[in-house]
Nanobody
Framework: QVQLVESGGGLVQAGGSLRLSCAAS????????MGWYRQAPGKQREVVAR???????NYADSVKGRFTISRDNANNTVYLQMNSLKPEDTAVYYC?????????WGKGTLVTVSP
């Protein structure tokens, strides 16, 4: 089991940047996949980016070239660097850990991008 706590959300103007952090309650070294998801008002939750234990990454088409996911196993933290933010990036961002068939979620952090 693992608890996840997101931070770093806030209000930013279009074109700006934010870095989200996801702190885990235990070592993430053995966690196969860590990911960031988001849910905008009135929409379903969608994957934003994922990173494997080996460091392989994949991104939603809508964020490719703008967002970067990384993991710091030593500090049990996963990051999402978000650049060139757009109003359509406004959402609650959730951290996810996939562990042996189970899926764990944080409570989310709100990102609001103003025009």
């Amino acid at each position: 089991q693992v608890q996840l706590v997101e931070s770093g959300g806030g209000l930013v103007q279009a074109g700006g940047s934010l870095r989200l952090s996801c702190a885990a309650s235990r070592s993430i070294f053995s966690i196969n996949t860590m990911g960031w998801y988001r849910q905008a008002p009135g929409k379903q939750r969608e994957v934003v980016a994922r990173i494997s234990r080996g460091g392989s990454t994949n991104y939603a088409d809508s964020v490719k070239g703008r967002f970067t996911i990384s993991r710091d196993n030593a500090n049990n933290t996963v990051y999402l660097q978000m650049n060139s933010l757009k109003p359509e990036d406004t959402a609650v961002y959730y951290c996810n850990a996939a562990v042996l068939g189970d899926s764990y979620w944080g409570k989310g952090t709100l990102v609001t991008v103003s025009p």
